[in-house]
């Protein structure tokens, strides 16, 4: 079991920044992947930025250039920083953690989410 815990959620202005923590309950070197996803008010739950355990990053179009994921090993810690914000961004925001078992394969970990809301 892997225990994901959000923090750094909150109300900030169009334009402005907010940074993403999720903290996990075991070594992030022994998780495959860690990852950001949002679900947006009436929407379905999307992909925003994924980091591997070697320190591959990817984004998707709409934050590409203005969100950048970074991982902490040492505080087994994952961050989101979210720059030039958008309502568009509004959303709850999921850490996601992957871990791949020799034996039983792929392991999907969510936390709790975090609410980020963006004023126009």
């Known amino acids: 079991q892997v225990q994901l815990v959000e923090s750094g959620g909150g109300l900030v202005q169009a334009g402005g920044s907010l940074r993403l923590s999720c903290a996990a309950s075991?070594?992030?070197?022994?998780?495959?992947?860690m990852g950001w996803y949002r679900q947006g008010p009436g929407k379905q739950r999307e992909l925003v930025a994924i980091i591997t355990s070697g320190g591959s990053t990817n984004y998707a179009d709409s934050v590409r250039g203005r969100f950048t994921i970074s991982r902490d090993n040492a505080k087994n810690t994952v961050y989101l920083q979210m720059n030039s914000l958008k309502p568009e961004d509004t959303a709850v925001y999921y850490c996601?953690?992957?871990?791949?078992?020799?034996?039983?394969?792929?392991?999907?970990?969510w936390g709790q989410g975090t609410q980020v809301t963006v004023s126009s």
């Open positions: 075991i070594s992030i070197l022994s998780i495959s992947t």
């Open positions: 996601n953690a992957v871990v791949v078992l020799v034996l039983t394969g792929r392991h999907d970990y």
